[in-house]
């Protein structure tokens, strides 16, 4: 099982720009296909993107596709997830997590799952 910790969530003003980032350690990071969900208060846990092993790979939820930009650096065990041009409506706790399979959109797919990092976007 690998550990995740992510980091980099805050406030910011709708339009305005974050950069998440999710550092591992355990099991060989490369060996781990890479997620990010998000929960807002009251809702359920929904996927937000995903990457395959080398970093070749990625995918998007509707809603992000073109304003979000996953990445990863497997030389520094690190995940990243750059988000542009941000809405209230990404406001939410975003989570990485770790699958030893391939990159999915569903949460039962992966194996580890870091605590979150608070993402607030104000109007």
């Known amino acids: 099982q690998v550990q995740l910790v992510e980091s980099g969530g805050g406030l910011v003003q709708a339009g305005g720009s974050l950069r998440l980032s999710c550092a591992a350690s355990?099991?060989?990071?490369?060996?781990?296909?890479m997620g990010w969900f998000r929960q807002a208060p009251g809702k359920e846990r929904e996927f937000v993107s995903a990457i395959s092993r080398s970093g070749g790979s990625a995918y998007y939820e509707d809603s992000v596709q073109g304003r979000f930009t996953i990445s990863r650096d497997n030389t520094k065990n690190a995940l990243y997830l750059q988000m542009n041009s941000l809405k209230p409506e990404d406001t939410a706790v975003y989570y990485c997590?770790?699958?030893?399979?391939?990159?999915?959109?569903?949460?039962?797919?992966?194996?580890?799952w870091g605590q979150g990092t608070q993402v607030t976007v104000s109007v």
């Open positions: 355990g099991r060989t990071f490369s060996g781990y296909a």
């Open positions: 997590a770790a699958s030893s399979n391939y990159a999915s959109n569903y949460a039962y797919e992966y194996n580890s």
